[in-house]
């Protein structure tokens, strides 16, 4: 290797490539789905990867209506929000999130694990979620990917 003429290469928007990818969430474990999913918009498995770019592909999931949580989770775990006035705390448990929003709860495990700035606004809006089997996104030929091949 030529150590004086070796450059490091730094991703920007113009040399990014940007794929689609398909994860089906039926009979996944929401954490495991969350992470993976988190690491594919980041696009932390591709070789150009920067830390600043928006460098990840774009994930489609569908069925989130199916997906499961471990334990006691669906009724102990407690999603908080708070509006900002006195007594404006509200408590969910995924059971009502699943009831009133089934792609809610995906999408909220997606979101609290990419980074919490600009560029994780950024990322989140390469997230699709669907409740069902079909998605509007069939031009882009997603390719659909296993789970359990990403590391």
């Not at 591709?46 to 770019?53: E, G, I, L, S």
């Not at 997906?67 to 006691?72: A, F, M, N, P, S």
């Not at 999603?79 to 909220?108: H, I, M």
Request: glycine share 6%; net charge positive.
């Amino acid at each position: 290797m030529d150590t004086i003429n070796y450059k490091t290469v730094s991703a920007n928007k113009e040399t990014v490539n940007k794929d689609w990818v398909l994860l089906d969430a039926e009979k996944e474990i929401l954490g495991r789905l969350a992470s993976k999913a988190a690491k594919l918009l980041r696009g932390k498995y591709k070789p150009n990867f920067t830390p600043h770019v928006d460098c990840g592909d774009n994930v489609i999931v569908i069925n989130a209506e199916k997906v499961k949580l471990t334990g006691k989770k669906w009724t102990d775990k407690e999603y908080v929000s708070y509006s900002g006035y006195p007594g404006g705390q509200k408590f969910t448990t995924p059971v009502e999130l699943l009831a009133k929003k089934p792609e809610a709860l995906v999408e909220r495990a997606i979101k609290g694990m990419l980074p919490k700035n600009r560029l994780g606004s950024v990322l989140f809006r390469n997230l699709f979620v669907y409740s069902g089997n079909e998605h509007p996104h069939e031009a882009q030929k997603p390719k659909e990917i296993k789970l359990n091949s990403i590391n």
